[in-house]
């Protein structure tokens, strides 16, 4: 008897819940907009879009919504829109019963700066997303530069997706994305390194912030294993002292080849 007891009562908890539901949307529905709210979720550090840049683009296209019924505004459309920017990673839009227009945005977040032989600058972001040179505020971000070859960089592409004409460009930038992609998940090397440079072999160099030397990582080939000997070098440097090496070469498998100064 009591199990047909919970069972009614389970279903009435349900359909009231469903009423209640289809109740607030009805009269959501009839709410009129009072307020339109961006919401940029990441621009603490680094800032590529401001809240006059995301109202901008709705405005362009014709999207009313302040004094509008909240059932008229396509909330869809603004998500797809806004979409459309390379920096942007992800947008919500929705509405409240409150009358407000939410729009939140996630913005792409460069992890490396490239400035190319030929003097073009771009972001990587940390998908491999290409990111124009166009930053309203930005905290400290790793630089490459020196051999990098131009490639056709298109805002918004994945650097594995660049037309490019030959696969020796394609390599060496993703060499360079994936070091970076490495050093901006490990806050010890992130706080350590502070440029990469690729010399006219190829071969990639990392500049320290602390001590004077330079460290020859070479390809991106072995490359978790290169920074745990790089480390495992750094901790004996608390004995031996920041400047006692001017080179660092991790080229070489299962060694590293120290030039004194």
Known sequence: MKNWLYIVLGIVIVTITALLLGFTARQQKKVICQKVEVRILNSRYNKFLENK???DVID???IKTKGEPL???NTLLIERLLQHSPVVRSVAAYTTINGE???????RMPIVRIIDRSLQQ???DEE???LPDRIKQIAHVLVANGNIPP????PGQKIVKTSIDSVRKSAVLQNVFLVAAFIAQDDFWKAQVEQIYVNDNGDMLLVPRIGDHVIV???ASDLREKFVKLKSMYYAFNQIGWNHYKVLNLKYKNQIVCIKR
């Open 53 to 55: 840049d995301v109202l």
């Open 151 to 154: 490639i056709a960089v298109k």
């Open 71 to 73: 059932e008229s505004i």
């Open 101 to 107: 227009l939410i729009i939140e945005v996630e913005q």
């Open 60 to 62: 362009d296209h014709g």
């Open 128 to 130: 491999g997303v290409v």
């Open 217 to 219: 990582f070479g390809d």
């Open 122 to 124: 771009y972001f990587i």
